[in-house]
């Protein structure tokens, strides 16, 4: 039998989602078995995200340039994406700038580069390399369908192992009740 393509995708979020991913301890062996892991920032060095991937947990918010164009692309070759975690659910803590309203790019900038710089205050400028900022984060769900939504900030391993399990089965599985989908 194929082994399932799965990948983890980080966004704009703490990567404290991946970090209780590997709190998965001796399941990780077991998933190991059972999945090709084809694109993640935990373990590999994988640029491309690949074609055809089955499985994707998608840790984070959409806060950038870069963010953007990797969900439209990861939507694009993903037959089952999740929205792993608050940040991604919800858009959480940075969507904290939303509340400055609709144009919040350049006020973060200014206050993060030039007002509280201890010297040589200037904007990054580098094309290509440090992604523009959206105007406003976004729940991933906004850009993208979306087909599990796993909240928790953290999920906890058992949420994660709960979701997994089915979907390694072929299953869909059951986010109902306080243990799977209560948020913080
Ligand atoms: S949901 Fe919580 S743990 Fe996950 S990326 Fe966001 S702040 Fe970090």
């Given at each position: 039998m194929?082994?399932?393509?799965?990948?983890?995708?980080?966004?704009?979020?703490?990567?404290?989602?991946?970090?209780?991913f590997l709190d998965l301890?001796?399941?990780l062996i077991d998933l190991a078995g059972l999945v090709d892991v084809v694109f993640s920032p935990v373990g590999t060095d994988l640029k491309e995200y690949p074609e055809g991937v089955d499985v994707c947990l998608v840790e984070g918010a959409i806060a950038n340039e870069e963010n953007l164009e990797l969900?439209?692309?990861?939507?694009?070759?993903?037959?089952?994406?999740?929205?792993?975690?608050?940040?991604?659910?919800?858009a959480n803590v940075p969507a904290m700038r939303n509340m400055m309203g609709n144009k919040t790019a350049e006020p973060v900038l200014e206050r993060g580069y030039i007002e509280l710089a201890d010297e040589n205050p200037h904007f990054p400028n580098a094309p290509g390399i440090?992604?523009?900022?959206?105007?406003?984060?976004?729940?991933?769900h906004e850009v993208i369908p979306i087909d599990i939504f796993m909240p928790g900030c953290p999920p906890s391993a058992d949420r994660i192992r709960a979701t997994l399990e089915p979907l390694l089965q072929g299953k869909t599985p059951e986010m109902v009740g306080r243990e799977m989908i209560k948020f913080g």
């Amino acid at each position: 039998m194929d082994k399932i393509k799965f990948a983890t995708v980080w966004l704009a979020g703490c990567s404290g989602c991946h970090m209780s991913f590997l709190d998965l301890d001796e399941f990780l062996i077991d998933l190991a078995g059972l999945v090709d892991v084809v694109f993640s920032p935990v373990g590999t060095d994988l640029k491309e995200y690949p074609e055809g991937v089955d499985v994707c947990l998608v840790e984070g918010a959409i806060a950038n340039e870069e963010n953007l164009e990797l969900a439209l692309e990861i939507r694009r070759k993903t037959k089952t994406l999740i929205s792993f975690g608050d940040c991604a659910v919800t858009a959480n803590v940075p969507a904290m700038r939303n509340m400055m309203g609709n144009k919040t790019a350049e006020p973060v900038l200014e206050r993060g580069y030039i007002e509280l710089a201890d010297e040589n205050p200037h904007f990054p400028n580098a094309p290509g390399i440090v992604p523009e900022l959206l105007d406003r984060v976004l729940p991933v769900h906004e850009v993208i369908p979306i087909d599990i939504f796993m909240p928790g900030c953290p999920p906890s391993a058992d949420r994660i192992r709960a979701t997994l399990e089915p979907l390694l089965q072929g299953k869909t599985p059951e986010m109902v009740g306080r243990e799977m989908i209560k948020f913080g």
